[in-house]
């Protein structure tokens, strides 16, 4: 199996476990506790990546108030797991900044709520690309590298992979269970 296959097969496994999806702004959610590291650093990777890559750490900020703490320590340790020292390294500096605005996230959270206004957003995530000085940042955007070095890491550890999203454990029963879920 390709790396984007196995990629492919851990996300429809999980929303088969969780039809609701992963809600990262909420602070109840589960933050998919009861998966292995194997399978729940893929949405904590998309979720920190699209969000820093797209609107920069304000962005992910907003999007993951609720949990952000934890998705940093699931990404930390995923990164961590398939070798992706820059990614991990980038982390510290990144918890730093959204623990430093957190309060002032809140506000314009609470400020959106009250008021309805779809710039309240922007207002707040233009922080993010307002202030030189998060070239951290760079290493989590797509062309970084980090999707091949994801890609590869999952592509080399698939049967592994396997084993925990398909019901049945042998090869082609696997590649066939995946194959009817695309």
């Not at 990629?7 to 609701?20: G, K, T, V």
Request: aromatic content about 14%.
């Amino acid at each position: 199996m390709t790396g984007e296959e196995v990629e492919a097969s851990i996300i429809a496994y999980l929303r088969d476990q969780y039809p609701e999806g992963p809600r990262w702004q909420d602070p109840q959610f589960h933050c998919l506790e009861g998966e292995p590291l194997i399978l729940k650093m893929i949405p904590a990777f998309e979720r920190i990546e699209y969000n820093l890559d797209n609107g920069g750490w304000a962005q992910l900020l907003w999007n993951c108030f609720g949990t952000w703490r934890r998705l940093l320590e699931i990404a930390a340790e995923g990164y961590e797991l398939i070798g992706a020292k820059a990614q991990r390294d980038a982390l510290k500096p990144l918890y730093k900044v959204l623990s430093k605005d957190e309060a002032e996230c809140a506000r314009f959270l609470q400020l959106a709520a009250d008021e309805e206004r779809a710039e309240t957003f922007a207002e707040y995530t233009r922080r993010s690309y307002a202030v030189p000085g998060y070239e951290w940042e760079n290493v989590f955007y797509y062309d970084s590298g980090i999707n091949e070095l994801r890609l590869a890491w999952l592509e080399e550890h698939a049967a592994e992979i396997q084993t925990l999203v398909c019901p049945d454990r042998s090869f082609w029963s696997r590649w066939k269970h995946f194959r009817r879920r695309r």
